[in-house]
């Protein structure tokens, strides 16, 4: 097993539940899209936040062009909504594991964007789409298995990577459960 394959298999049931979540947004409708940019401000700033604080050595390359917390700023200016909230849900990052295990988890979610780019293009082709859209025709994911390939890590520190990526899913989980709770 690679740490990628480890990632993977470990996450699917995560992965499973925020793409289930992620579908109550329904982009036919501009309230839900605002919705679903609130949830991702929600927990993709303070992460990148967590990781800008890491040791350059501990980031994979081009660290600072992968970083999306500026595009999805603008799409909610773009939109008239307020910015991403100062870390608003808490995050405990502390070593290279548990950093390696939510930068996985960051860099996969982008091939989910790109699927929900084009149901956004179909239905609201005029919203702004520069999150969704970030990093499309570059080879992010691909540079990002290529530097995870070269990561050494110990069993146990496997173990973290997987509770690092995980505490990033859940993340995603909370914050689309808080917008596409009947409640709001
Ligand atoms: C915040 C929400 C999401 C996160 C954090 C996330 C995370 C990830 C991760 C880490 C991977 C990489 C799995 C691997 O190692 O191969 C991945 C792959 C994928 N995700 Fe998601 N995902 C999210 C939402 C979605 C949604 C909503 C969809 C569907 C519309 C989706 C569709 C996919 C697809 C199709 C792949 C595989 C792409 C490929 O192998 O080329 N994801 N996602």
């Given at each position: 097993m690679t740490l990628r394959t480890t990632l993977r298999a470990a996450t699917r049931q995560d992965h499973d539940r925020v793409d289930q979540l992620g579908g109550?947004?329904?982009?036919?409708n501009p309230s839900d899209y605002e919705a679903f940019l609130r949830a991702h401000a929600a927990v993709l700033p303070g992460v990148e936040a967590a990781l800008d604080s890491a040791p350059p050595e501990d980031l994979p390359p081009a660290w600072a062009q992968r970083r999306r917390t500026a595009a999805l700023t603008a799409d909610l200016a773009a939109l008239g909504l307020a910015p991403p909230p100062q870390a608003a849900i808490p995050l405990a990052l502390p070593d290279r594991a548990t950093r390696l295990g939510a930068l996985y988890v960051l860099e996969g979610s982008r091939l989910g964007g790109a699927v929900l780019r084009r149901r956004l293009a179909a239905s609201q082709?005029?919203?702004?789409d520069a999150y969704l859209a970030?990093?499309?025709?570059?080879p992010f994911w691909r540079s990002f298995l290529d530097w995870l390939d070269g990561q050494v890590m110990s069993e146990a520190q496997t173990d973290a990577a997987v509770e690092g990526a995980r505490q990033v899913f859940r993340a995603f989980e909370m914050a689309f459960k808080i917008e596409t709770s009947p409640a709001r």
């Open positions: 109550a947004f329904d982009f036919t082709p005029q919203a702004p970030h990093g499309a025709g570059q």
